[in-house]
């Protein structure tokens, strides 16, 4: 069974860092893109951009290029979002989602990771 | 960046009924656009892709339509737990982009 797990809710205080994770199980891992997705309180869906697992070649969303890095570590399976300095905006829900066709087609998804930052 | 108008916002229907969803895209995106549903509280789940695909496990009362700028989204006949919102997303330019959402009630 594919699986995306991700990494518990997180309460931070503006320009502190971050790192928040995605499991991937039941699957070859590296045959896939992983894509970033926000939603903001009671708004709709943002692509924030991709990694491809196999070799770290990302594409950024403009919106978010240079505010968030995105890395992964083969030999766990585990895709990363991360955040150097945190700002109130970023409070929302992130979702990490298996890219299927070249990385466009979001075929699963995780659960999604509660980020909020408040001071 | 490629805009994706939905619409409508919101539409409140009765059980049975036939629902359909719009998708505009600002330039031509062919065939390129996947739906998703997403449930309160819930991760989205992909319904169709490649505009008129059926994802696997997916009810056949779901199907999309259409190429070019204007794209369809359809419930053949509206069950209580399709209430949910529902969103397009194009793939035919980097970077992906959503419809702001289409949120679907039971009268």
């Known amino acids: 069974e594919v699986q995306l797990v991700q990494s518990g809710a997180e309460v931070k205080k503006p320009g502190e860092s971050l790192r928040i994770s995605c499991k991937g199980s039941?699957?070859?891992?590296?045959?896939?893109?992983i894509s970033w997705v926000r939603q903001m309180p009671g708004k709709g869906l943002q692509w924030m951009g991709r990694i491809d697992s196999s070799d770290s070649y990302t594409n950024y969303s403009p919106s978010f290029q240079g505010h968030v890095i995105m890395s992964v570590d083969k030999s766990i399976n585990t895709a990363y979002l991360e955040w150097s300095s945190l700002k109130a905006s970023d409070t929302a829900i992130y979702y990490c989602a298996r890219g299927n066709s070249y990385g466009f087609v979001f075929d699963y998804w995780g659960q999604g990771t509660r980020v909020t930052v408040s001071s | 960046d490629i805009q994706m108008t939905q619409s409508p916002s919101s539409l409140s229907a009765s059980g049975g009924d036939r629902v359909t969803i719009t998708c505009q895209a600002s330039?031509?995106?062919?065939?390129?656009l996947n739906w998703y549903q997403q449930k309160p509280g819930k991760a989205p789940k992909l319904l169709i892709y490649?505009?008129?695909n059926l994802q696997t496990g997916v009810p056949s009362r779901f199907s999309g339509s259409g190429s070019g700028t204007h794209l369809t989204f359809t419930i053949s006949s509206l069950q209580p737990e399709d209430i949910a919102t529902y969103y397009c997303?194009?793939?035919?330019?980097?970077?992906?982009?959503f419809g702001g959402g289409t949120k679907v009630e039971i009268k």
């Open positions: 330039q031509d995106i062919r065939d390129s």
């Open positions: 997303q194009q793939y035919a330019y980097l970077p992906l982009t």
């Open positions: 490649g505009a008129s």
């Open positions: 039941g699957y070859s891992f590296t045959s896939y893109w």
